[in-house]
Nanobody, 122 residues
């Protein structure tokens, strides 16, 4: 069982930066791939970024590639999403998820956090 808690969301101006975190319980966290997803009002939840258990492999949605960076610190059981060059269209609730594989669809993850709101003003 893995419990995930996101933090670090907030309000930022366009062009600004924000780092959100996903803290996990459990001693086997390094075995799990972790993905970040986001959901804007009236839209489906979409993939943002993912990282393998070791941290060696990372994946990004085209819409955030070059602006967002995913990383993890397994000693702290935490995954981070550094978001630079934020745009109003990045406004959404951001969720982290953990699962046995690193994939870009929501169905591949077994555990989800409660989400953290990110709002980018123009």
């Amino acid at each position: 069982q893995v419990q995930l808690v996101e933090s670090g969301g907030g309000l930022v101006q366009a062009g600004g930066s924000l780092r959100i975190s996903c803290a996990a319980s459990g001693r086997t966290f390094s075995r799990y791939g972790v993905g970040w997803f986001r959901q804007a009002p009236g839209k489906e939840r979409e993939f943002v970024a993912a990282i393998s258990g070791s941290g060696i492999s990372t994946y990004y949605a085209d819409s955030v590639k070059g602006r967002f960076t995913i990383s993890r610190d397994n000693a702290k059981n935490t995954v981070y999403l550094q978001m630079d060059g934020l745009k109003p269209e990045d406004t959404a609730v951001y969720y982290c998820a953990a699962g046995p594989r690193v994939i870009v669809t929501t169905s591949g993850y077994d555990y989800w956090g409660q989400g953290t709101q990110v709002t980018v003003s123009s």
